[in-house]
């Protein structure tokens, strides 16, 4: 019973912290955008898949990572998943994607930043994760989407299983596709350990997939790591997401946020449910029944002007 209270009380300080920080940086954004051209009004809502041995970080949720800014001619939303396997080797992989994400922050405010190039954002990140003189090990995943103001564009760099989804008028009509070198093993930037470069998996952002679309007033945009997507089916994800098209106050869409958060945090742990996880396991010829428990990142935004 003390265990169970003390997991309700995280997740209610969870929930409110995503909410306060978010709710401010919406804010800024709503307010610095120019009236006559589209912006994004953002949250986020996120939990670590184990809250007793994962500590609170601003930008964090175990070992995602996640940042969201913007400049006045641009609004800028990323989410990173450290492969989880570097912790059996004493490395934390929350750290490679932290490293990510931040510098992608960074280098936004940057003179020579290119809307138009997230992927830039990932290669430039990783080649400074690469130079730092204390080697930060471990690999991720990363997804970055940027909405160009001044053209109503929306451009996006997307490497491994985390992802992002665009609705409007109630249905889907972009999408991220799942890069994998077979079942369960992602795309990832690495940097493995010395003398261990030939038994890792490294790919370069480069073979990032890179895609440009028009965006238009209310459509909503889900980018998130894989504890979402591998347990939540589209379908759910479509009816949650349809509700908020064209909504622009903070609160409902913070609120939105919670409950896919939340949703696929309860799916994960339900060994009965047939997760998309499940059924990709079992195309794969793998008996596997239930979700799949991870760290789980939303970000959640609409298109306003």
């Known amino acids: 019973m003390h265990s169970l209270s003390w997991t309700s009380r995280v ?15 919406a804010n800024v954004t709503a307010a610095g955008a120019n009236k006559s051209r589209p912006h994004f009004v953002s ?11 994962s500590k609170y970080k601003p930008g964090k949720y175990g070992e995602d ?15 990173a998943d450290g492969v989880g396997g570097w912790r059996s080797y004493g490395i934390d992989p929350g750290e490679f994607s932290s490293f990510l994400m931040k510098t992608c ?12 190039r997230p992927v830039n954002l990932l290669a430039y990140s990783y080649c400074e994760l690469l130079e730092q003189k204390k080697p930060i090990l471990g690999s991720s995943t990363a997804c970055v989407l940027v909405l160009n103001r001044e053209n109503s564009t929306v451009y996006t760099a997307n490497i491994g299983d985390s992802g ?15 890069q994998q070198h077979y079942f369960n093993t992602p795309f990832q930037l690495s940097l493995p350990p010395p003398g261990h470069d030939h038994n890792v998996l490294s790919d370069s952002p480069d073979s990032a997939d890179t895609l440009s679309f028009p965006v238009k007033e209310g459509d909503v945009i889900l980018v998130a790591t894989d504890g979402v997507f591998d347990n939540v089916p589209e379908t759910l994800l479509l009816d949650v997401l349809k509700e908020v ?5 903070p609160v409902k869409l913070q609120m939105t946020a919670n409950s896919l958060a939340l949703m696929a945090r309860s799916l994960s742990f339900d060994s009965e449910f047939m997760s998309p996880f499940a059924i990709n396991a079992r195309r794969n010829n793998i008996n596997a029944t239930g979700g799949k428990p991870d760290d789980i990142t939303v970000l959640l935004a609409t298109v306003a002007m």
């Open 11 to 25: 997740i209610s300080r969870a929930l409110r912290n995503g909410f306060s920080t978010l709710m401010e940086s």
């Open 43 to 53: 949250v986020v809502c996120g939990f670590p898949k184990d809250f007793l041995t």
């Open 65 to 79: 990572s996640w940042f969201k800014t913007s400049t006045l001619n641009s609004d800028v939303l990323g989410v």
């Open 105 to 116: 922050e960074r280098l936004v405010h940057c003179v020579n930043f290119n809307p138009q």
């Open 164 to 178: 992002f989804m665009v609705v409007r008028k109630g249905e889907i009509i972009h999408k991220s596709e799942e």
């Open 245 to 249: 098209e064209g909504v622009t106050d």
